[in-house]
């Protein structure tokens, strides 16, 4: 299999060599891949100027080297999401999501789950393009991308007995390093060999936040906007999110230091005020700070 037909979305870009580009790409056929695109710095003209994130295209892979990244020949653009240019929210909120599936999208796997992952990013991008950038969207797809990765938290059954979650005066025990919730009886006793907080530690979230994270899933991307979540718990979920993926990936985002600042911990209302239409956003050929800089 030498030649690979297939749609890409570009998640990572980096200088290469003396006029090369290596790419990361994401593919309904392969899942995650990088590819080098040979004299794409040299000439614009060699792809037609596509090679840009948030551009939806069709590639031309040749894999002939078995371990080695691939070659890109072609990038004919299918579709671009201008419109996540023109607006800072937007920009960076994609950015954090392209960023998110360069870290754990995985290289290869079964060609059902890469196809499903591959649709989802457009699909969220689509979104991002239409909707209100706000925390609410940002918490939906986050976690949606989570389930899409196989990543996601328990939201349903107890992480440690699998038995039902009941609601408490105090909330529910959402424990982080096991990455669900503890029912009311595992969360009186420790853990097997270990300790009843270990790192990652617990978060105390209402019931109807999860079910209402839960029910999520189970929508349309384009009828988030149907999913009950009010202010507080809107902030559970950002936090809760938040600490699973820190906990879970380990290190902070790139990008999430940038959607923090567009978006520092302000009222909903706020939020959702339209920000950085005058002046524009950030230029087309701007890498997104999913470390994509361009270094000379
Ligand atoms: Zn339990």
């Not at 551009?55 to 299918?78: I, M, S």
């Not at 196809?115 to 969220?124: S, T």
Request: charged residues 25%.
């Amino acid at each position: 299999m030498a030649a690979l037909h297939t749609e890409a979305l570009l998640l990572r870009s980096a200088d290469f060599g003396e006029s090369d580009r290596m790419l990361h790409l994401l593919t309904p056929a392969t899942g995650r891949l990088t590819a080098v695109a040979k004299g794409a710095r040299r000439s614009v003209k060699r792809f037609g100027g596509n090679l840009d994130f948030f551009n939806h295209l069709r590639v031309q892979l040749d894999r002939r080297r078995p371990g080695a990244p691939a070659r890109l020949d072609h990038a004919r653009l299918l579709r671009a999401f201008h419109g996540l240019r023109g607006n800072a929210r937007r920009f960076g909120l994609s950015c954090y999501l392209l960023e998110l599936l360069d870290r754990l999208a995985p290289e290869g796997g079964a060609a059902a789950d890469c196809a499903g992952l591959f649709a989802f990013a457009i699909g969220a991008l689509e979104r991002v393009n239409a909707d209100p950038p706000d925390l609410r969207l940002r918490v939906l797809l986050e976690l949606r991308s989570l389930d899409r990765l196989g990543l996601r938290p328990e939201l349903a059954r107890c992480v440690r007995c699998g038995g039902g979650v009941e609601q408490r005066p105090e909330g529910v025990l959402f424990h982080i390093a096991e990455g669900g919730p503890l029912c009311f009886r595992c969360a009186a006793r420790p853990a097997e060999g270990g300790a009843a907080r270990p790192a990652g530690g617990g978060l105390r979230v209402q019931l109807g936040t999860l079910r209402a994270l839960q029910a999520s899933l189970g929508f349309r991307l384009d009828r988030l906007g149907r999913i009950g979540l009010g202010p507080a718990a809107l902030r559970e979920a950002a936090e809760l999110l938040h600490r699973f993926l820190r906990f879970h990936i380990g290190v902070e985002l790139k990008s999430e230091r940038v959607l923090a600042q567009l978006a520092p911990s302000a009222p909903l209302a706020a939020q959702l005020a339209p920000r950085g239409a005058r002046g524009g956003g950030p230029r087309r050929g701007v890498a997104p700070v999913a470390g994509a800089a361009r270094r000379g």
